[in-house]
Nanobody, 125 residues
Framework: QVQLGESGGGLVQAGGSLRLSCAASGRTFSNYAMGWFRQAPGKEREFVAVVWSNGITTYYANSVKGRFTISRDNAKNTMYLQMNSLKPEDTAVYYC??????????????????WGQGTQVTVSS
């Protein structure tokens, strides 16, 4: 089992920045690909970004590419999502998830067996 906990959400104006953190405990953090997903009110949960266990390979949703940066610190068992140039449409509950490295299934929700409880990000216009 891997236990995940997000932090860093909040209210920010459009154009602002936030950094989300995801702290992991349990099984070896460095073995897992770590992803961020988000769910806006009335919408389905969607993929945001993923970083492989090596900390080097990353993938992003087109909607956040160039604005968000995912990273991880395996020594601290923590993953981060730096969000810049935030837009009102980024408003959502953000979830971190742990799974396996995959260049094919990285955006598929069911591919990740472990999830955090989520943190709210609200971007005002």
């Amino acid at each position: 089992q891997v236990q995940l906990g997000e932090s860093g959400g909040g209210l920010v104006q459009a154009g602002g920045s936030l950094r989300l953190s995801c702290a992991a405990s349990g099984r070896t953090f460095s073995n897992y690909a770590m992803g961020w997903f988000r769910q806006a009110p009335g919408k389905e949960r969607e993929f945001v970004a993923v970083v492989w266990s090596n900390g080097i390979t990353t993938y992003y949703a087109n909607s956040v590419k160039g604005r968000f940066t995912i990273s991880r610190d395996n020594a601290k068992n923590t993953m981060y999502l730096q969000m810049n140039s935030l837009k009102p449409e980024d408003t959502a509950v953000y979830y971190c998830a742990a799974g396996s490295n995959s260049a094919i299934y990285y955006s598929i929700i069911s591919y990740y067996p472990y999830w955090g409880q989520g943190t709210q990000v609200t971007v005002s216009s």
